[in-house]
């Protein structure tokens, strides 16, 4: 295996690892939780990496012993989603590389700031960890967009074209009717940021398992 067949397969271990450990991250905590319970359905993703027990400011039952858990779940699946993106710049290539590049960052840049500026601080207006969720929600699933967009034109990929755009579309468009409260909480914003986990679980996945002739030339999966 070539060099460059070495960074694509440290790649697609980047995408997995990083969903797989952020899913992990998300149970483990949600499991140490007591008073209250924590439901998926009803509570903020980011309830679990709240570093203090107590009463929101919008009436909500925070206390999340394992928060630390939680927040280094945010920041490494973000370091990871960046570098994968970066290092297959040379696959998913063509006119919107740069956006490939740009919407990868945002996502990334914005589990950090998820895990470094917690939820429920109580400040006015747009909070840093507010502004962190649409980065990393919005960038992620513009990644995946931009990714289906990139690979129109290849009929051998038409399937994870196809993948690649409805998740993208999907989770994009829940987040969107997020603050319309149609749906619990917790389910509405799970169907926003959980397309992009899957998304790059799966991309990993079939990276890992293709031929390195497939790959070699940087312009197929």
């Known amino acids: 295996m ?3 067949n070495r960074w694509k397969k440290l790649a697609a271990l980047s995408f997995a690892l990083g969903g797989l450990q952020y899913l992990l991250a998300e149970k483990i905590a949600a499991l140490a939780w007591s008073a209250p319970l924590y439901h998926y359905g009803l509570n903020y993703i980011s309830d679990l990496g709240i570093p203090r027990c107590g009463m929101l400011s919008d009436g909500r039952a925070v206390c999340s012993p394992l928060h630390t858990v939680m927040n280094i779940g945010f920041a490494v699946e973000g370091l990871l989603f ?6 297959l710049r040379e696959v998913f290539n063509g006119a ?3 956006l490939f590049l ?6 990334g840049l914005g589990g950090i700031i998820i895990a470094l500026f917690h939820s429920g601080s109580g400040e006015g207006g747009v ?3 507010e502004a962190g969720a649409v980065m990393a929600i919005g960038g992620g699933n513009l990644c995946l967009i931009t990714v289906g967009w990139l690979m129109r034109h290849r009929t051998e990929m038409r399937d994870y074209t196809l993948f690649s755009l409805f998740m993208g579309s999907f989770g ?3 987040m969107v009717i997020i603050p319309l409260d149609l749906l619990p909480t917790g389910l509405i914003e799970r169907a926003s940021v959980y397309p992009i986990t899957f998304w790059q679980i799966f991309t990993g996945c079939i990276l890992l398992t293709a031929s390195p002739r497939k790959i070699s030339g940087g312009t197929r999966l």
């Not at 960046?82 to 290092?87: D, E, H, Q, S």
Request: charged share 5%; glycine share 8%; aromatic share 4%.
């Open 102 to 107: 740009l919407t990868g960052l945002l996502h």
């Open 172 to 174: 994009l468009l829940c």
């Open 2 to 4: 070539n060099m460059q």
């Open 96 to 98: 919107g590389k740069m």
């Open 127 to 129: 909070t840093l960890h």
């Open 82 to 87: 960046f570098t994968a993106c970066l290092l």
